[in-house]
């Protein structure tokens, strides 16, 4: 699965990118700082999911989202956030919220998400 990691904050990237690692069988394709950048590298890229933040200056990873479910085939969403009341992931399928996901702080955290059995 071809990953694409969006946060403002490089360290979060790190830890994301550290955990997608920990997990194998998914390739981080790209990174983003903010929503614009996302839905760019989207396009760009063909992530299968984005582990994407709420919270970014410019454009924000709610809005990014809603741009990204008008794609022919849109990439899963999920949302890392330390906002549980923010947390929601979009399916690509049913174009709709799907599951909640606080922020990760562990690989079995994330690959669930992903569709991975934890290890």
Do not use: W
Request: include cysteine; proline fraction near 8%.
């Amino acid at each position: 699965m071809k990953v694409l990691i969006v946060d403002d904050e490089k360290l979060a990237r790190d830890r994301l990118r550290e955990m997608v690692g920990e997990i194998g069988e998914h390739t981080v394709v790209g990174e983003a700082m903010n929503g614009s950048e996302a839905i760019a590298q989207t396009e760009r890229l063909n992530p299968d999911v984005l582990l994407m933040d709420i919270r970014m200056p410019g454009m924000d990873g709610l809005e990014a989202a809603m741009h990204l479910m008008g794609l022919d085939a849109p990439p899963g969403v999920i949302f890392t956030t330390a906002y549980d009341q923010h947390a929601l992931a979009f399916s690509r399928k049913r174009r709709a919220p799907s599951r909640s996901s606080g922020l990760p702080t562990q690989p079995e955290d994330v690959s669930p998400a992903c569709g991975t059995p934890c290890p």
